[in-house]
């Protein structure tokens, strides 16, 4: 509520601005003496721009108007941003930040989100998580381009046997794990603790299974 109010007041005084400067400044009346023979020396002063004839004071009062529609303009916009403020969408993903930072200022997951992917609390807690915001650039997704997650399965003379002893999936992946087998999961994870991608991304692409995995 309090950056509803801020860019409400700055909308009012910026308009309140612009209509004393489009009073005061443009259309006023110049105080007798050195004002009114400034002002007298710009009328008198005429060139052809464009094949109309103008003055001094012609180029001063248009660019005081420029300036006080500017000023319209950009009280219009804070009192848009302030609308836009008030959304639920932005709403939301506001208070979900806010809530969600740790002492650092990073954003953090709740704990009940972590064990949603898999991952244990005590473990992951500290670490940064990212929200995919989006804007207009990449459709409201809130990423840009695609990063590949990855699952290589090395052949030792263990797991070549293994295949040809026709063994169940389940055993040969156990045994190439216990060789250091890093799963598509455990590549998803490391996107996120680098901050390429986010917790709602991976947990769509791929299966969550509670896995000891840090940086």
């Known amino acids: ?4 109010l801020f860019l409400r007041i700055a909308s009012v005084l910026t308009l309140i601005h612009a209509a004393l400067h489009t009073i005061g400044g443009v259309f006023g009346a110049p105080a007798p003496g050195v004002q009114q023979a400034a002002v007298a020396v710009m009328k008198a002063n005429e060139f052809q721009v464009m094949g109309v004839m103008r003055s001094y004071w012609d180029f001063y009062r248009g660019f005081g108007l420029v300036v006080s ?12 941003l302030g609308s ?7 709403r939301d993903a506001a ?7 740790n002492e650092d200022g990073y954003l953090t997951s709740s704990d009940e989100e972590l064990l949603e992917s898999g991952l244990r609390p005590e473990e992951h807690r500290s670490e940064v998580y990212y929200l995919s915001v989006g804007c207009d650039t990449c459709n409201h997704t809130g990423y840009r381009g695609r990063s590949a997650i990855h699952e290589l399965l090395d052949l030792s003379d263990n797991i070549r046997e293994m295949i040809v002893e026709r063994r169940p999936g389940s055993e040969v992946r156990r045994a190439a794990e216990a060789e250091g087998l890093r799963g598509l999961r455990a590549s998803a994870l490391k996107k996120v603790f680098t901050g390429v991608s986010t917790l709602h991304e991976i ?13």
């Not at 529609?69 to 848009?80: G, S």
């Not at 836009?84 to 932005?90: E, N, T």
């Not at 791929?206 to 000891?212: P, S, Y």
Request: aromatic share 12%.
């Open 84 to 90: 836009l403020s008030l959304a639920p969408v932005i």
């Open 1 to 4: 509520m309090k950056t509803v």
């Open 69 to 80: 529609v500017f000023l319209t303009l950009e009280a219009i916009v804070f009192w848009q």
């Open 95 to 101: 208070e979900y930040i806010i809530g969600n930072l």
């Open 203 to 215: 947990n769509r692409v791929t299966f969550v299974e509670e896995l000891n995995v840090g940086r």
